[in-house]
């Protein structure tokens, strides 16, 4: 089983950016065996959604809403996950969540970080 804990979030005004980070602990077992790990959101109201997703090999999928202005990438050898968020609209508002997934489909959430578009 792998710990993920989020960092990064906080207030920024609209059309800034943050940068998130997932550092991924455990047993290198456990690490090894994920093979997708991605960043999730819920605003307050709705449900959880995918915001972006990369695929051991390096392939990334994005959410409509949020393509050409995030990224996400995967330090193998730091075991970080990172989003990197542009363009920030009070839209993105929300808790962002890391998430690591193996073949099994097993899912390991991190507890969240709060990012606010406020001006």
């Known amino acids: 089983q792998v710990q993920l804990v989020e960092s990064g979030g906080g207030l920024v005004q609209p059309g800034g950016s943050l940068r998130l980070s997932c550092a991924v602990s455990g047993a290198s077992e456990s690490i090894f065996v994920i093979y997708t790990m991605g960043w999730y959101r819920q605003a307050p109201g709705k449900q959880r959604e995918l915001v972006a997703r990369?695929?051991?090999?390096?392939?990334?999928n994005y959410a409509d809403f949020v393509k050409g202005r995030f990224t996400i990438s995967r330090d193998y050898a730091k075991n970080f996950l990172y989003l990197q968020m542009n363009s920030l609209k009070p839209e993105d508002t929300a808790v962002y969540y890391c998430?690591?997934?193996?073949?099994?489909?097993?899912?390991?959430w991190g507890q969240g970080t709060l990012v606010t578009v406020s001006s």
């Open positions: 998430n690591a997934e193996t073949r099994a489909r097993q899912s390991t």
């Open positions: 990369i695929i051991s090999g390096g392939s990334t």
